[in-house]
């Protein structure tokens, strides 16, 4: 008896390895995708300008850090004694005007240099829906009244036209540059159920057309893996909003079929499984057993060597070592 509608893994037409540089930008999905695998050493460059749910932010954010823009100064708040910014998420922050233009200065240029290199840019769309201030989108209000903003959904044709700005810019650094789209499987139900239906059709739509119009750009189908493969609450954290962490490292081992060469992936694994001898804590830390499973994972570890910088876990194993010293 089949309890579940499987989702075949797709099949793209590149593959990825440790030497592969991957940026990951947008909604709070795509930092779970990119701590899965900063978790498992690869090179990525998670979310570098915090969760950005729309495509406008999405745009005006990549946009100004390829194109070496300072963001406008009228579109700072203040709160609490610290500075922000409209356009960026709340981790971009400072205690003077000059500050946080800098902070989001050195974000952009740290993306911009990683860019060059990049093999693989992946962008979660969250939603269709922004909220606009004085007729300008923000990326987030930054706990201002609910009452100084107004909503607006972005239409298919909108979508389409800042999507074609991103590639353009991010392929302007970097023309062989491949993209992945994928749709959040995060429920905005915040902005009403048939709403956040009618949101996740049009991003879904605007993936399509994406994937038909531009060369050496995929779909990634988290957000269908999540409706209708794992479809059901038990997948779901209490808020029954955001998939759990059983459901978001299904979708991630999905997604490492679907891009990892055969020899990335046993790596991956062979590493996670250090990681997890590494959580280990003994009830005898200075027993003859402890004493030889720390030097039989330090030699362990060393083994990633030429793969990976280690240094850090080296590091803390070397520490717990000085019991024995």
């Known amino acids: 008896m089949r309890l579940r509608t499987v989702l075949d ?19 709070c999905f795509s930092e779970v995708i ?14 570098p300008f915090g969760t950005v749910y729309n495509l406008k932010s ?25 500075f922000f910014h409209l356009d960026y998420h709340s981790e971009f922050y400072s205690e003077s005007r000059e500050g946080l233009l800098e902070r989001i200065r050195f974000a952009g240029e740290d993306f911009r240099m990683f860019l060059t290199q990049a093999e693989l840019l992946i962008i979660t769309l969250g939603t269709s829906w922004v909220y606009k201030l004085e007729d300008e989108t923000v990326s987030n209000c930054h706990k201002l009244p609910a009452s100084r903003f107004e909503k607006h959904l972005l239409t298919l044709e909108e979508q389409k036209k800042l999507l074609n700005l991103l590639v353009t810019r991010v392929r ?4 062989a540059l491949k993209l992945m789209l994928t749709v959040s499987p995060v429920r905005h139900i915040k902005d009403g159920i048939p709403e956040n239906s009618l949101s996740k059709a049009i991003l879904r739509l605007v993936c399509e057309e ?14 269908e893996v999540m409706m209708d493969d794992l479809r059901d609450y038990r997948f779901y954290k209490p808020d029954l909003i955001h998939p ?5 490292n299904h979708i991630c081992e999905l997604f490492m079929k679907s891009v990892m060469t055969e020899e990335a992936r046993s790596i991956s694994e062979e590493w996670s499984r250090v990681r997890t ?6 009830l005898n830390p200075v027993s003859n057993a402890h004493r030889t499973f720390l030097n039989n994972l330090m030699v362990k570890v060393k083994t990633f060597q030429p793969l990976f910088d280690v240094s ?14």
Not at 68 to 80: A, H, L, T
Not at 172 to 175: A, C, L, M, Q
Not at 210 to 223: E, G, K, L, M
Not at 312 to 325: H, P
């Open 9 to 27: 893994v797709p099949a793209f037409d590149f593959n990825l390895d440790y030497g592969s540089g991957i940026i990951t930008l947008g909604s």
């Open 34 to 47: 990119g701590n899965y695998l900063q978790h498992r050493k690869f090179s990525v460059k998670n979310n």
């Open 58 to 82: 999405l745009c005006d954010v990549t946009g100004n850090a390829v194109d070496d823009i300072s963001p406008g100064e009228q579109r700072m708040v203040s709160r609490d004694g610290l």
């Open 172 to 175: 302007s650094v970097n023309p």
């Open 210 to 223: 994406a994937v038909r119009d531009y060369p050496a750009t995929c779909y990634f189908p988290s957000f």
């Open 244 to 248: 759990d962490e059983v459901a978001e």
């Open 277 to 282: 001898a590494m959580n280990h804590r003994s």
């Open 312 to 325: 850090e876990e080296y590091r803390e194993l070397e520490k717990r070592w000085e019991v024995f010293r």
